[in-house]
């Protein structure tokens, strides 16, 4: 069956830096767009990163942009998202998602969640 593994999560001060990895298993992932998601208390779950099956074209959310950079490996079925300058906002359980071929609101599969906490 399908596994997304997150890691790398953690506590982390504000304007600091965390690398976030998510490894695969149990699907062809050079045909998966992958992507990050994340849902904070209170909130509704916000796409904020995704990357095409090849690595070609990636997404991000205005929220992350120029601070998060998401990459992957396809022969080590991984993808990753650096996070830079972290702000206490970003404080999150961050899923990694995959879906065949394109990344939509509701992919087909998820990782189990790895929690970011960012300390003022």
């Known amino acids: 069956q399908v596994q997304l593994v997150e890691s790398g999560g953690g506590l982390v001060q504000a304007g600091g830096s965390l690398r976030l990895s998510c490894a695969a298993s149990?699907?062809?992932?050079?045909?998966?767009?992958m992507g990050w998601f994340r849902q904070a208390p209170g909130k509704e779950r916000e796409r904020i990163a995704t990357?095409?099956?090849?690595?070609?074209?990636?997404y991000y959310a205005d929220s992350v942009k120029g601070r998060f950079t998401i990459s992957r490996d396809n022969a080590k079925n991984t993808v990753n998202l650096q996070m830079n300058s972290l702000k206490p906002d970003d404080t999150a359980d961050y899923y990694c998602?995959?879906?065949?071929?394109?990344?939509?609101?509701?992919?087909?599969?998820w990782g189990q969640g790895t929690q970011v906490t960012v300390s003022s």
């Open positions: 149990g699907l062809t992932f050079s045909t998966y767009a």
């Open positions: 998602a995959a879906n065949k071929l394109v990344m939509t609101s509701t992919p087909n599969y």
């Open positions: 990357i095409s099956p090849r690595g070609s074209t990636t």
